[in-house]
């Protein structure tokens, strides 16, 4: 069976930047599942995938607007000290859930420079600006469920995700 659309795929893979080091990987471990064409993984290489089958192995380069995009200087912001009220020891490289502008997401920020009192945020991934590559094997590949379909990603074993940001009614 090929990789198309609404296909579950798992696969494994090593994850390497320009210089050759290794910044995650699958290997050893669970293979990553995701649903073919509801974008759950990285453009460049869900394009990649296409029409693969079981057994396939692919090196995939990627440019950072294929992967994790651009950095976005809009998605950098220098607040004030203020807004981590109750935080005692704030450090370069923690990270916070903070609302989106609308209110309606959830966005992921972390520290990347603190000033005395100026603390300065990135939403951005912390991939993003990177070119990547990625080394992957195509361990199974089987048409999706009329749930997985409904809500646009892989479900376990039991049917439910287990992931508590889906909301879907009478998935998590």
Same mark, same amino acid.
């Given at each position: 069976?090929? =990789?198309?659309?609404? @296909?579950?795929?798992?696969?494994?893979?090593?994850?390497?930047?320009?210089?050759?080091? %290794?910044?995650?990987?699958?290997? +050893? +471990?669970?293979? !990553?599942?995701?649903?073919?064409?509801?974008? *759950?993984?990285?453009?460049?290489?869900? !394009?990649?995938?296409?029409?693969?089958?079981?057994?396939?192995? !692919? @090196?995939?380069?990627?440019?950072?607007?294929?992967?994790?995009?651009?950095?976005?200087?809009?998605?950098?912001?220098?607040?004030?000290?203020? !807004?981590?009220?109750?935080?005692?020891?704030?450090? %370069?490289?923690?990270?916070?859930?903070?609302?989106?502008?609308?209110?309606?997401?959830?966005?992921? %920020?972390?520290?990347?420079? =603190?000033?005395?009192?100026? =603390?300065? %945020?990135?939403? *951005?991934?912390?991939?993003?600006?990177?070119?990547?590559?990625?080394?992957?094997?195509?361990?199974?590949?089987?048409?999706?469920?009329?749930?997985?379909?409904?809500?646009?990603?892989?479900?376990?074993?039991?049917? &439910?995700?287990?992931?508590?940001?889906?909301?879907?009614?009478? &998935?998590?």
């Amino acid at each position: 069976m090929q =990789i198309t659309n609404h @296909k579950v795929v798992s696969f494994q893979y090593t994850l390497s930047n320009d210089a050759g080091d %290794v910044l995650d990987s699958s290997v +050893g +471990g669970d293979a !990553l599942l995701y649903l073919h064409g509801e974008e *759950n993984i990285v453009p460049g290489l869900e !394009l990649a995938l296409e029409g693969k089958s079981v057994g396939d192995k !692919l @090196k995939v380069s990627l440019e950072a607007a294929d992967a994790y995009g651009e950095i976005d200087p809009a998605m950098i912001e220098i607040v004030s000290r203020d !807004l981590f009220d109750g935080i005692d020891n704030i450090e %370069v490289g923690m990270e916070f859930e903070t609302d989106s502008d609308d209110g309606n997401d959830v966005q992921f %920020v972390r520290i990347t420079e =603190i000033d005395g009192d100026n =603390i300065t %945020v990135d939403g *951005n991934h912390p991939l993003a600006g990177q070119s990547l590559n990625f080394d992957v094997e195509i361990e199974a590949v089987r048409d999706a469920t009329e749930e997985e379909l409904e809500h646009g990603h892989v479900h376990g074993d039991g049917g &439910c995700c287990g992931d508590e940001e889906c909301g879907e009614e009478g &998935c998590c």
